[in-house]
C-alpha cells in the first residue's frame, strides 16, 4: 500500500537549520513533494524533486532523496520565525495517479 | 488569494442538517479534488474531478456527494453527517490530472466543519 510517514513535531531555534524527515513505501514514485501549511491557510507548495534526482536546492530551502532508503528531507538553513508552520510531505506514482500526503510535521521556531 | 476560494470557512451543523461546502477557481485549471484534513491524520484524498468527470472516489461515505458543474467549480454535499467527521475540508485544482508529470496541486484555505 501506499504510506507516507512523517514525526508530528519539531522544535528548532531561529538561525539554527532545520530538517524535517519523511519516509514513503512506494517505490515506482516519480515525483516527491514539500508542501507548507501557515495557519489558517491551505497548503502552498514549496519545492519538489523528480525520483531520478538525488538534491534538489532552492535558495534556503535543499531536498534530499534516498530512494534505495526511501527516504526524503527537507532542510532549511537560518530558520525563521515566519518559517513556522506545518509541513507535508508527499508522492505521486505513476500507477496510482495520486498524490498520498504525510500526516504533515509542525515546525516550532522559538527565539 | 491562493486562485482558489473556498466557502463557508466555518460551518456548524447537526447530525439532521443539510448543507454544502463551496470550491471555485480561476485559474484555468481542469482538475479539482477534495481532500479531508484530521488532526494528527495524513491528507485524506475523497474525490477527484477531471474535465468534469469524477475520476476517483476514496471509499468516501455516501453522506458526501460531490458535484462539479464545470471546470471552475467544485461542491461537497453533506448530510446526516457524523461527529467524526468534524474536519478541515481542503479543495484544491490542478491543471490536469496527477498522472501528467510533476502537476502540481494550489490549495484553499479550507471550510472548517463541526458536527454537533
Known sequence: GEDVEQSLFLSVREGDS???NCTYTDSS???LYWYKQEPGAGLQLLTYIFSNMDMKQDQRLTVLLNK???HLSLRIADTQTGDSAIYFCAEITGTASKLTFG?????QVTL | ETGVTQTPRHLVMGMTNKKSLKCEQHLGHNA?????????KPLELMFVYNFKEQTENNSVPS????ECPNSSHLFLHLHTLQPEDSALYLCASSQEGLNSGANVLTFGAGSRLTVL
Do not use: E
Open chain 2, 32 to 40: 479539482m479534488y477534495w481532500y479531508k484534513q484530521s488532526a494528527k
Open chain 1, 103 to 107: 500526516t504533515g510535521t509542525r515546525l
Open chain 1, 18 to 20: 532545520s530538517v524535517i
Open chain 1, 68 to 70: 534505495k532508503d526511501k
Open chain 1, 29 to 31: 514514485s516519480t515525483y
Open chain 2, 63 to 66: 453522506r458526501f456527494s460531490p
